[in-house]
């Protein structure tokens, strides 16, 4: 239907027309009743009479096309719809497809790994009992018979097999010499850098226990006039073996034998375990006397302050000394009159042995965060304590 103007508009259309009326009664002169119906009448009807109309269609012509560019919308919403939900499918089908190919061959994988491992242990668990076969063997020849006399012989025989033993318990648990050697080669910088070269040249240096004669070997690829004093006759002999320069002696003994100030340094690695209190006493009285001034000496032992080092290691071997704690140690060398410069800590645990930190998450509540820093610095306390370096050394210079 056509629309109306309103009685405002109707209003000022009536007062603007007759004030054009009047103006036109005033200058031309016209009968103002008759000018006033006729005029009016053909100016609506002329002007102002389809405006309204023409604004009703105006509008309705607007709806219905934005109504249908709704519809045209909405159908190309709904196919953009259907066409990317129908690519998501394939999508999703070809990465299932590609996931499970990969989890199966991965799986399979796994299980040849498995099977592999299991092979290898079986081997382990054979060998194993090969060399403990082995073992008994060795040691057994070294024993003397129950029907041979107590002979000052037989003694000796049964001494040796001692020693024997002992250096099949330290083949077993001590590691193998390319483990040790490589361990053992940052001690050969300590030296180094603590002693004149000319002075490693013309004084020996003497290495306290020298076991299977790993730290020797490296002492001599390095040309330092070097000498081992090994007591145990396992020892010695798979030394000798080895072309090294190694002395069948107790420690003591052999530094009796030696003039002041005539030797440039010593080590000893594992040793200072296995001797009594007053023996060590001794031992660094002797050293203070026999090592040159500026000289060093270098105490490798076990860290007896960690919790499995010592229960692990120090308790392992049945030769070992009751336990010192470090600071007892270094205390004691100091009293001696040598000088401790230095502690070397070494063999720590694997990261993937020690006790694994809570990891703080950004979405964590903040009374969780102060809990979760408070857990982690137990879990510290607790590493330090259980999973500390397994070993430590003290350097320390005559003065």
Partial sequence: MPQNLSNKEEINLDESLDSLLSNLNHNYIINPDITSVNIKSKLRSRFFGTYPERLNNFRTTLVKTLNKFQKILHYQKISLEDDYQIKLNAIKKELSLTFEDKFKALELNLDNKSRQIQHLEAELLSLGSIIKGLESILSSSFISSKNYPATEENKLENSQSIDLNYLLLENRYRGSEELIKNRLQAYLEVIKKNIEDKLLLSKPFIEIGSGRGEFLEILKLNNITSLGLEPDSGMYEYSK???????????????????????????????????????????????????????????????????????????????????????????????????????????????????????????????????????????????????????????????
């Fill in 241 to 399: 073996s080895k072309g090294l320069d190694v002395v069948k002696s107790d420690v003591l003994s052999y530094l009796n034998t030696l003039e002041d100030n005539s030797i440039s340094g010593v080590t000893a690695f594992q040793v200072i375990e296995h001797l009594p209190l007053d023996y060590f006493k001794k031992l660094l009285s002797e050293l203070k006397r026999t090592i040159i001034k500026d000289g060093i000496v270098i105490f490798e032992t076990i860290n007896t302050a960690q919790v499995l080092p010592l229960c692990n290691n120090y308790f392992r071997d049945p030769t070992h000394q009751p336990p010192m704690h470090p600071d007892t140690v270094k205390f004691i060398i100091e009293n001696s009159g040598l000088k401790v410069i230095d502690t070397i800590y070494s063999s720590s645990y694997p990261k993937e042995v020690i006790l694994q930190k809570i990891q703080e998450q950004e979405e964590f509540p903040f009374r969780y965060k102060e809990l979760v820093s408070q857990i982690n610095e137990r879990i510290n306390s607790l590493n330090t304590i259980l999973y500390g370096d397994q070993d430590y050394a003290v350097v320390a210079k005559n003065i």
